[in-house]
């Protein structure tokens, strides 16, 4: 036995002794953890986008904790158990990539993916090419999978310009039911619009979460300045103008 395979069977049995011996881990179920899976995915991610792989290694373990934390409780229930989990990806793996381990011809990562979403669709009683997408995904990210798998079977743009046109004519049609003030109307124009972007974004290769995610953390850094240069001139925000917090952006935005 490798090192690997005995490190990890060892961290399975600490996590089967916990769920034993510690009140708290004992009281644990999928439900109630759910969150912090989704909380460490994120702190993941954020490590990867920091480059900081220092970071991303802890957050890995965190991942790799609740991986088999889960699988022990499904094991507790009869269930699932890890094995049937790593043997359930590990066939799936090889099942999903024929131009690897079989004998298909593929051309490019595009062909790779069409494949993978044909061979997805086919081993499960989905209805739709759309199937599958998770409802608590960031609205984000959902419509751009959304548009990915549609996008899989050719139904999709084939010029870039296109899709700007159809963004610059959602952003009309916004204007004119702004017009109108109809709030509904401008709640679904509104979507159809950041739909549109998010369309625009995946044909420049650019996810759209991670863009806005950028653009959010420019903004608070930037704002975080503000405060800091009013501090320093002696002022309080909340009694600041407008006029006062513009001119120290702009100075902010001309210094980078």
């Not at 290694?57 to 989990?85: P, Q, R, W, Y």
């Not at 870039?160 to 159809?166: A, Y």
Request: contains cysteine; charged residues 35%; proline residues 2%.
């Amino acid at each position: 036995m490798n090192k690997t395979n005995e490190l990890f069977l060892e961290f399975v049995e600490i996590v089967r002794k916990l769920r034993k011996e510690c009140p708290w881990d004992r009281e644990q179920t999928h439900k109630s953890i759910r969150h912090n899976l989704i909380e460490e995915a994120y702190e993941t991610v954020e490590a990867i986008d920091k480059d900081d792989f220092e970071e991303l290694k802890k957050e890995l373990g965190d991942l790799l904790l609740h991986v088999v934390m889960h699988s022990v409780m499904a094991e507790e229930e009869n269930k699932f158990t890890i094995d049937e989990v790593i043997s359930g990806i590990k066939d799936k793996l090889i099942y999903r990539h024929p131009h690897v381990f079989g004998n298909v011809k593929v051309n490019g990562s595009k062909e790779v993916k069409h494949n993978w979403e044909k061979l997805k669709r086919s081993e499960s009683n989905r209805d739709s090419v759309i199937s599958g997408i998770p409802k608590s995904l960031p609205a984000l990210i959902k419509a751009y999978r959304v548009q990915e798998k549609a996008g899989s079977v050719g139904f999709d743009w084939t010029n870039i310009d296109d899709v700007w046109k159809k963004v610059e004519e959602e952003i009309s049609e916004l204007k004119k039911t702004l017009e109108i003030g109809e709030q509904s109307k401008i709640e679904e124009e509104l979507g159809d619009l950041l739909f549109a972007i998010v369309n625009y974004s995946r044909f420049l290769r650019i996810n759209p979460e991670s863009a806005l995610n950028k653009a959010v953390e420019k903004f608070t850094h930037r704002f975080q300045l503000i405060e800091k240069e009013l501090k320093a001139q002696g002022k309080d925000i909340y009694s600041s103008t407008l006029e006062e917090m513009d001119a120290i952006w702009e100075k902010i935005k001309k210094e980078k």
